[in-house]
T-cell receptor
Framework: AQSVTQLGSHVSVSEGALVLLRCNYS??????LFWYVQYPNQGLQLLLK??????LVKGINGFEAEFKKSETSFHLTKPSAHMSDAAEYFC????????????FGGGTRVLVKP | KAGVTQTPRYLIKTRGQQVTLSCSPI?????VSWYQQTPGQGLQFLFE???????NKGNFPGRFSGRQFSNSRSEMNVSTLELGDSALYLC?????????????FGPGTRLLVL
């Protein structure tokens, strides 16, 4: 069975500062990894995904994530936070045997201070 | 293309009633998955359908059921509602199953059980 741990349920960053959201996964087989963002009263929007191609994945809105197999991590970063980045972010894992079932982490809510 | 649509967006029911939620996937998508989101339990997988067949089911009681129609539209039903069923129910669609397929989420149906 796979699982996902997101370190820190809340993160506060200043506008223009680095955003770093941590995600560690557990999977007995090669995983597919995803980062989604959720704005208030909305569904989930895909930021980026890792599907065993390049380990450094670039997504929308300036976000990127690096897959590190040795550390079982898939941390999300953005060099310079913008006020519009305030939202909740979810890391998710899926394995080939699980069909389309996504297992999500607990989420990290990002607050951006002016 | 139109995104995933869910109806209704908001719903208020009382304990013991039943409810049916609807999801229309993106045109051409044949896989539909359902998730429950609550503050306490986070995002949890309910079930997944592909070509009218349930492929995967999460750890929810039998009161939760679903189906998919030949046009890929899906419904989920919750019978004998309990207070704990209050949640945001999210539907996601993808073209097929497995691999690196992206799941596209709808805006959700927010259910309040009184």
């Amino acid at each position: 069975a796979q699982s996902v741990t997101q370190l820190g349920s809340h993160v506060s960053v200043s506008e223009g500062a680095l955003v770093l959201l941590r995600c560690n996964y557990s999977s007995s087989v090669p995983p597919y990894l995803f980062w989604y963002v959720q704005y208030p009263n909305q569904g989930l929007q895909l930021l980026l995904k890792y599907t065993s191609a390049a380990t450094l994945v670039k997504g929308i809105n300036g976000f990127e994530a690096e897959f590190k197999k040795s550390e079982t991590s898939f941390h999300l970063t953005k060099p310079s936070a913008h006020m519009s980045d305030a939202a909740e972010y979810f890391c998710a894992v899926r394995t080939g045997a699980a069909g389309n079932k996504l297992t999500f982490g607990g989420g990290t809510r990002v607050l951006v201070k002016p | 293309k139109a995104g995933v649509t869910q109806t209704p967006r908001y719903l208020i029911k009382t304990r013991g009633q039943q409810v049916t939620l609807s999801c229309s996937p993106i045109s051409g998508h044949r896989s539909v998955s359902w998730y429950q989101q609550t503050p306490g339990q986070g995002l949890q997988f309910l079930f997944e359908y592909f070509s009218e067949t349930q492929r995967n089911k999460g750890n929810f009681p039998g009161r939760f059921s679903g189906r998919q129609f030949s046009n890929s539209r899906s419904e989920m039903n919750v019978s004998t509602l309990e207070l704990g069923d209050s949640a945001l129910y999210l539907c996601a669609s993808s073209p097929s199953v497995g691999g690196g397929e992206t799941q596209y989420f709808g805006p959700g149906t927010r259910l309040l059980v009184l």
